[in-house]
C-alpha cells in the first residue's frame, strides 16, 4: 500500500537515449511534482502538475517532459540523454491545488546514471 | 524569492548526545518551513512543518523544531540521538504562491 511510488528503481542508459521514469500514488491527490536531486544532494524542483496547470522550472531543459495519462500518474520523460542529467529523480504528491501549506509526499526515487 | 541556508552539511555526534540542526532562510513575505528527513536509498519523509501558531513545533520520532521569525531561522533539534538518526536532513520554505525551496542539506551521522 505505498503511497507514491517510481519505476524503476535504478536506470543505467547510455547517452543520446530517450527514457521514461513513471510516478504513481494511491493517495487522491491533486498535484504531483518532480524534483533532481544532484549529487551534491541539493533538491531542487522541476515541474509541478495538476489537472488545471502545469508550472515548469524555467532552468528545466525542453529534454524534459512531464505526461499525465490521469491524477495518480506524472510521468517524467526525457529525450537525447546527457550525462549531466545523472541524478536522483523524485516524485512527490501534495493534497490539494500547491497550497503552501500542504505536506508533499515523496517517493523512494529513481537513481538515473547516464554513461 | 525564498532562499534556504543549512549552516553545517555534516554533523557528526555520538549517540545519546543532543543534536541541533541549523537552517536560515531569507524572505520578504511570510513562510511555511519544513523538515524532511531522507534516509540511505529512500525518499524523503516529513518530520515537521510549521505554519503558523506556536513557533515551537514537534514532530516525529522525538524531534522538535523552533521558527524564530526576528532570526529568521529554524533549527532542528533532538535531545538524545539514536544510532537510526543517522541520514540526511532537508529544511525546506514555501512562501504562498511559490515552489518548495530545499536547503543543500545536513549529514547527521551518528557514532555509538
Known amino acids: 500500500d505505498t503511497a507514491v511510488s517510481q519505476t524503476p528503481k535504478y536506470l543505467v542508459t547510455q547517452m543520446g537515449n530517450d527514457k521514461s521514469i513513471k510516478c504513481e500514488q494511491n493517495?487522491?491527490?491533486?498535484?504531483m511534482y518532480w524534483y533532481k536531486q544532484d549529487s551534491k544532494k541539493f533538491l531542487k524542483i522541476m515541474f509541478s502538475?495538476?489537472?488545471?496547470?502545469?508550472?515548469i522550472n524555467e532552468t528545466v531543459p525542453n529534454r524534459f517532459s512531464p505526461k499525465s495519462p490521469d491524477k495518480a500518474h506524472l510521468n517524467l520523460h526525457i529525450n537525447s540523454l546527457e550525462l549531466g542529467d545523472s541524478a536522483v529523480y523524485f516524485c512527490?504528491?501534495?493534497?490539494?491545488?500547491?497550497?503552501?501549506?500542504?505536506?508533499?509526499?515523496f517517493g523512494p526515487g529513481t537513481r538515473l546514471l547516464v554513461l | 524569492a525564498q532562499s534556504v541556508t543549512q549552516l553545517d552539511s555534516q554533523v557528526p555526534v555520538f549517540e545519546e548526545a543532543p543534536v541541533e540542526l541549523r537552517c536560515n532562510y531569507s524572505s520578504s513575505v511570510s513562510v511555511y518551513l519544513f523538515w524532511y528527513v531522507q534516509y540511505p536509498n529512500q525518499g524523503l519523509q516529513l518530520l515537521l512543518k510549521?505554519?503558523?501558531?506556536?513557533?515551537l513545533v514537534k514532530g516525529i520520532n522525538g524531534f522538535e523544531a523552533e521558527f524564530n521569525k526576528s532570526q529568521t531561522s529554524f533549527h532542528l533539534r533532538k535531545p538524545s540521538v539514536h544510532i537510526s538518526d543517522t541520514a540526511e536532513y532537508f529544511c525546506?520554505?514555501?512562501?504562498?504562491?511559490?515552489?518548495?525551496?530545499f536547503g543543500a542539506g545536513t549529514r547527521l551521522t551518528v557514532k555509538p
Open positions: 493517495l487522491g491527490h491533486d498535484t
Open positions: 510549521y505554519l503558523s501558531g506556536s513557533t
Open positions: 502538475y495538476n489537472n488545471k496547470e502545469l508550472i
Open positions: 525546506a520554505v514555501r512562501e504562498v504562491n511559490n515552489d518548495m525551496r
Open positions: 512527490a504528491s501534495s493534497q490539494g491545488l500547491r497550497g503552501p501549506q500542504e505536506t508533499q509526499y
